[in-house]
């Protein structure tokens, strides 16, 4: 069934990117190399500001979808694999030249495998369905490494080189799907979002753009230190504890027509935001005295945060775009987010990490000293990915100082996170078809939701 083969190809995409990103930090640590952190981590938004130029130039004209997935999953699965061996050798700067050019190959895949699945099913509507699998996908990698012990090792990058591998050689099997520009003649202006750039000269969506970018700076916080925070306060398993936050995003995503009904673009929005506020000053507050519910909650609001804020964006976006400019829309949307709001985030975060948090390195290598070495089973350690524990004999005036610098870390993406929501709370007014936007047909009354109510 092809829905089948598409739902495991969005399993596998995510699998491979789960595997390693989420707690890179901590083997990058491990393997005295967190000055080059934020540089590894830059290796995502770069490739995605570059993505779009190669899936325009090349993938949508010239190979079948499914081959060119493929070979550069191949590729990056030999890129990955020596990414692993600079990590292990203490070479950073060839880590993270490894690690761009492996997301280089990883990032195109995301375009390619949303055209393969859109040209291989007859109903839009069932799209959802094969991409939930892409979020449960990152879920069984989190558990995975967790269950394994495997978070602060170079293995999450083994075995992200081999699920590469396995998902280059399964893309060989998918349905076949020709290039979908091929013969069309090449148009600079779109490739390069002009088109989609003019959508600027509305205010309302040129503030949606900035605010967006802007909201992301503090998103990369998380994303490079929510693991170091868990493992630190005494989490044995951050890998595993942090698919919480994929695992309340499938909620969520179910959510968001009956909400987008009741609230519109801009609620919609300002709740995203609002729970980025929150998130961050639960891992604040919830630092010194390393409260488990707090750091915990501070996870599962990444549900509210990713599907409130960028399922909603991509909604509005949609719906203001003309037709003949809705891609161009997208992927300005996602080369202002993902890419260069995400790439100046993790410069910030990194800055900050490297003047405030002096003495956590200390304090990992204290807990990992004092740690018992005691051999847990793999649904053992599962079954510790919801609780907290420091091991005895750890410096209690270590701990205090560290935590105390872990609050002053995660408070300053928290005021930028607010300090942006209020820009957007005072500046963004605008008026969605909310009906349309949820792909709801026309009635006898007209569009379903009432045309022109407020966002």
Request: aromatic share 14%.
């Amino acid at each position: 069934m092809v829905t089948t083969r598409l739902s495991v190809m969005m399993f596998l995409q995510f699998f491979t990117w789960g595997a390693w990103f989420v707690t890179l930090f901590l083997c990058m640590a491990a393997e005295d190399l967190g000055d080059y952190t934020p540089r590894a981590y830059q290796s995502a938004p770069i490739a995605a500001i570059i993505a779009p130029l190669f899936l325009g130039l090349i993938a949508d004209r010239l190979f079948p979808s499914q081959i060119v997935q493929g070979v550069l999953m191949l590729l990056g699965a030999g890129l990955m694999w020596a990414a692993a061996g600079a990590v292990e050798a203490g070479d950073g700067g060839l880590a993270v030249a490894l690690f761009i050019a492996y997301m280089l190959c990883y990032m195109p895949t995301l375009g390619l495998g949303n055209s393969i699945a859109f040209a291989n099913i007859d109903d839009q509507n069932k799209f959802p369905a094969i991409r939930v699998w892409g979020t449960i996908g990152w879920i069984v990698a989190g558990l995975l490494v967790g269950g394994l012990g495997w978070d602060a090792t170079t293995k999450i990058l083994y075995l992200a080189a081999g699920a590469s591998a396995v998902f280059g050689l399964y893309s060989f099997t998918l349905p076949h799907t020709p290039p979908p520009a091929k013969g069309k003649p090449l148009d600079m202006g779109s490739l390069l979002m002009v088109d989609a750039f003019g959508l600027m000269k509305s205010a309302p969506f040129a503030v949606f753009i900035i605010c967006s970018t802007l909201i992301c700076i503090p998103l990369a916080y998380y994303y490079q230190y929510a693991s170091g925070i868990l493992a630190q306060t005494g989490f044995t398993q951050p890998a595993s504890t942090m698919t919480l936050g994929q695992m309340s995003e499938i909620v969520f995503m179910l959510l968001i027509p009956f909400f987008f009904r009741r609230l519109g673009v801009k609620w919609m929005i300002l709740i995203g935001m609002a729970a980025w506020v929150a998130r961050y000053l639960l891992f604040a507050f919830g630092a010194p005295d390393q409260v488990t519910w707090m750091l915990l909650l501070g996870v599962v609001l990444h549900g509210i945060c990713y599907d409130f804020f960028f399922v909603t964006g991509f909604m509005y976006t949609d719906q203001k775009a003309p037709a003949g400019v809705r891609n161009q829309a997208q992927s300005m949307l996602v080369f202002f987010t993902q890419g260069v709001g995400m790439l100046i985030g993790y410069e910030v975060a990194g800055r900050l990490f490297k003047a405030t948090m002096t003495r956590q390195q200390e304090l990992a290598d204290a807990i990992d000293a004092a740690r018992p070495a005691t051999e847990l089973g793999y649904f053992e350690r599962f079954g510790e990915m919801l609780s907290r524990r420091l091991p005895e004999g750890v410096d209690q005036q270590l701990l205090a100082e560290t935590m105390e610098q872990w609050k002053d870390f995660w408070l300053t993406p928290a005021y930028m996170a607010a300090a942006i929501m209020v820009v957007f709370a005072l500046a963004f007014w605008d008026r969605v078809d909310r009906g349309a936007a949820l792909g709801e047909p026309l009635d006898e009354t007209g569009p379903a939701g009432g045309e022109g109510m407020p966002a």
